[in-house]
């Protein structure tokens, strides 16, 4: 039995086309159309090698606009290559008609149990990005933050099937919209599963920015009153946190274009400014002026920056004017 969206029509050309051994170009392409259709996965032809250099060069400009058919045209080049994978491509890419679906589809089945169920946790996820536009906008900032900040992303497509930094921080987005909703036990049930399933631990009453990097993710814990601006970049292990037990404004702030290195610790409500870049291992403290690198536990002031915003060139290691040290 043929699928039924195929019609009658449609089924005889595609069955003239796989006879006839003569086509020419038109022909082949006709052909090739059909077949997708049948088979979205599978496009006709060898893969072209001009395709895989521009999925994957990190310096591809892909506009908001067009970053949804570029993840499919990525999608349907790995089915080519990987075929094992194409029914995994089609369920959670091609098979949906837009990147807030498609994202839906993943985020569920990333974090289904007996108790959430997957069907359920796409109906939340769809209708809160699908009503939110500002949800629409960060989540395709975040996927040009992931592939255009980390080497070791290889597509947009990659990042939104397999990163589970780029997944726990979408997830945050809906728990955030929930948690403004009055809707603070589901938030708080997101929150939760996210913590179990990847790792990181983000408060839905947190604000955050867009164009925000997780690089790894693992071990991430931002608290309820952080506020972390736009184009941050957090590198794993990096902890915003609140200091003894008392309620209220708590934890850090963080302004646009910072850089935080691995493991780096910053406690109470604290003010860290524009373009500062935080070195690996620190314990910050105290407030951090804009445009300087703090480094040691507790952390100190090392040095100053040039550039604009350290957490898009991820150079951890840049600083001006060079430090002399007198001993």
């Known amino acids: 039995m043929r699928p039924k969206h195929i019609e009658d029509g449609d089924h005889e050309h595609h069955s003239n086309d796989n006879n006839n051994n003569n086509n020419n170009n038109?022909?082949?392409?006709?052909?090739?159309?059909?077949?997708?259709?049948?088979?979205?996965?599978?496009?006709?032809?060898?893969?072209?090698?001009?395709?895989?250099?521009?999925f994957h060069n990190n310096h591809f400009d892909i506009s908001l606009h067009t970053i949804w058919d570029h993840i499919r045209e990525e999608a349907k080049f790995e089915a080519e290559r990987e075929p094992m994978l194409s029914s995994f491509l089609y369920a959670s890419i091609l098979s949906h008609d837009c990147l807030e679906q498609a994202l839906a589809f993943v985020l569920a089945n990333r974090l289904q149990n007996p108790t959430l169920l997957a069907t359920q946790l796409m109906d939340i996820f769809c209708n809160l990005i699908m009503n939110h536009e500002s949800i629409q906008t960060s989540i395709r900032l975040d996927l040009k933050a992931f592939k255009e900040r980390d080497p070791s992303c290889l597509s947009y497509c990659s990042t939104l099937l397999y990163t589970k930094g780029y997944h726990s921080l979408q997830v945050y987005r809906v728990a955030h919209a929930l948690w403004d909703e009055g809707r603070k036990v589901l938030a708080l049930a997101l929150q939760s599963r996210v913590s179990e399933v990847f790792g990181i631990d983000i408060h839905p009453a947190a604000k955050i920015g867009d164009g925000i990097l997780l690089d790894h993710g693992t071990g991430v814990v931002i608290g309820e009153t952080a506020i972390v601006g736009n184009r941050v970049s957090l590198m794993q292990g990096v902890t915003l946190g609140g200091t003894g037990k008392e309620g209220g404004d708590r934890h850090p702030k963080v302004g646009e274009g910072?850089?935080?290195?691995?493991s780096a610790i910053i406690l109470g409500n604290i003010q860290i400014g524009e373009a500062v870049m935080i070195a690996a291992g620190s314990l910050v403290l105290k407030h951090v002026p804009p445009h300087c690198i703090v480094a040691g536990v507790p952390a100190q002031v090392i040095g100053c920056l040039n550039e604009h915003d350290p957490s898009l060139t991820m150079n951890h290691g840049k600083q001006s004017p060079p430090l002399i040290f007198v001993f």
């Open 26 to 54: 038109s022909s082949f392409s006709t052909s090739a159309y059909h077949l997708e259709r049948v088979f979205p996965v599978y496009a006709m032809g060898i893969p072209n090698s001009s395709h895989s250099s521009a």
């Open 258 to 262: 910072v850089l935080i290195g691995a």
